[in-house]
């Protein structure tokens, strides 16, 4: 699947070490990386992705350039904030993790669009899914997706 | 001014009462009203400016077809979600009325912009402005504008 | 109607005052003028369009500061050349000045999204309409709408 | 490098088998194939670039559901024809196959952001490269960025 992990450009140690454990759980589990392409969070997601031999797309709000050195892929909208929209829409789920507005904005967006947003450690906003840990919200995001498949299945036979 | 007024796609005769009211004062005042240009608070707003002579420009996520008839200047954007930050963008303030997660989109977005926003019964989010009544919403938005002015007289002075 | 005006951000003397007398006449008929909101061919028929007294609307690429004197609705997409996009989509028809690739981009869009496009000394694509003179643009502009429009009308009375 | 391709969302048998070709050789020299991700052209550079075991990078107009089965990475903008900036925002370099008025905006704001762009049988405009086989136009893309490097380092030992 394709995973938004969101959040802020900069962050503390700790979040940075969530982020990068994040990242590479996911690759582990075969799962593709999507991402703002910047700094904090999102550069240390990537590092962790990369460092399990994942792969990463950064949906980046200017240039290539702008990409972090741990981006695989490398999407240049040069549409700024609207870029958030893309890197949700993007997305089978999305992890959000300390963030700022542009965090917020992003979660906000994902829960309108109707995919599974689970917060480890963000915003708190009615709809998300909490967890304390990166492992937990890779339990939490199998869980989400396998809840909406086999909703989906039931829908599909009865009709 | 150009102020963006946000709000659900649906919404109570209340909140309908409260945008229409809303959009007569900005239009009384001079202000060019922005919105996202469908129905509910976007309906109501644009219709209360318009019967107060005012101007209404409606940034549409698709077709211009879909505008609610009180648009004026009808933007189609063709871009889904991603108009939501073309109306905060193009805003010197945005009133929020209540709404769902596209409202709470915006709300993020314009703050990340650093942009005022004024809470009219909307969500509270740190940052937000809260005003309990349209014509408070108008006095609180002429303070924010007055003192963000004066604020950046005193520091171009400085400098 | 909104008729949008494109070409080149720089301009000689000659298609300036093209555009100008093209943004005179098109206010003068009650259009909304849509364009880029930039120098050059942008700025020159917002300034015809306002000296009649018209609505001027600039689609920028970034923010409402860059905007030209002219515009009198300055939406702010942020987005770059994106905003081409919003310009051809908002409009009922496109009139192309001289320009380079940017001014094709907007010919190759207004084509693809079938809106009528008169070419004023502008790209020679096939599909577009010629014109030479800003008066004879207005006119053809004219014929094409209407046209549209009674084949639309005979489509429906069929159906 | 991050190569895009465009070309017409339908296509000849001539064509097709070109854009296959195409995509084979750009995966065996490791590049990535950025496109549009639906179908025609499209389809059949993501199918010989995975053929080759090369990436493949559908950047859709809309949903991710849309793309066709050779996309690896779906980037879902549902920005409409916006997405066209986007794929060649992206790219290092544009390679463009027969299609209609979507291609020619494509290689209009690709020589608008000044990026290579080779014409494999598609519209002349000036500034574009004309290639008339696959192999050709491959051997022209390391030309052009091979000689674009060294103009470029030129210049930074200059200054």
Not at 19 to 38: F, Q
Not at 99 to 126: F, N, Y
Request: proline fraction near 4%; glycine fraction near 14%.
């Amino acid at each position: 699947m394709q995973i938004a992990v969101v959040g802020g450009g900069n962050c503390s140690p700790e979040v940075r070490a969530q982020a990068r454990r994040l990242g590479r759980l996911l690759a582990e589990e075969g799962h593709v990386v999507l991402c703002g392409g910047l700094g904090g969070v999102m550069e240390a997601v990537c590092c962790g992705a990369k460092e399990a031999g994942g792969l990463t797309v950064g949906i980046l709000p200017g240039e290539k350039e702008g990409a972090n050195r741990y981006v695989g892929i490398a999407i240049a909208t040069g549409m700024g904030h609207a870029r958030n929209v893309i890197i949700v829409k993007s997305a089978d789920a999305v992890i959000a993790l300390p963030g700022e507005h542009g965090t917020l904005s992003e979660i906000a967006l994902a829960l309108k669009m109707g995919k599974p947003v689970i917060s480890l450690g963000s915003w708190d906003i009615p709809g998300t899914i909490k967890a304390e840990m990166p492992d937990e919200a890779l339990e939490l995001l199998d869980l989400q997706v396998s809840q909406r498949r086999s909703w989906r299945d039931r829908k599909d036979n009865r009709s």
